[in-house]
């Protein structure tokens, strides 16, 4: 597994830690952010400056398509920076 498809794996557990209703929401919400954190170190540490980039604005996008209720624009996003990125 290449250091972009690890990376954007572990961000997508975050987001979906973040998004998923469980018994308890803190510790899910943390675990979520220590993995968005994790992935987003291993691009950093990889020097792929342009997968942070993408990955940010998808995890940025996605949040504001969520807090607007719109679910279907939220995975648009995540599939526009997984197409970016090629994994």
């Known amino acids: 597994m290449s250091h972009r498809q690890s990376a954007v ?9 973040h998004h998923t209703a469980t018994d308890d929401a803190d510790l ?3 675990d979520g952010d220590r993995l968005y954190a994790d992935g987003l170190a291993e691009l950093a540490t990889a020097g792929d400056l342009e997968a942070v980039r ?3 604005d998808v ?6 398509a969520l807090a607007a209720g719109n679910d279907a624009d939220a995975e648009a996003a995540w599939t526009q920076g997984i ?4 994994v």
Do not use: E, K, Q
């Not at 995890?59 to 504001?64: D, E, Q």
């Open 28 to 30: 899910a919400l943390l």
């Open 59 to 64: 995890i940025a996008r996605s949040a504001a």
């Open 9 to 17: 794996a572990s961000i997508r557990r975050g987001y979906d830690l």
């Open 83 to 86: 197409r970016i990125l090629g």
């Open 54 to 56: 993408v990955m940010a």
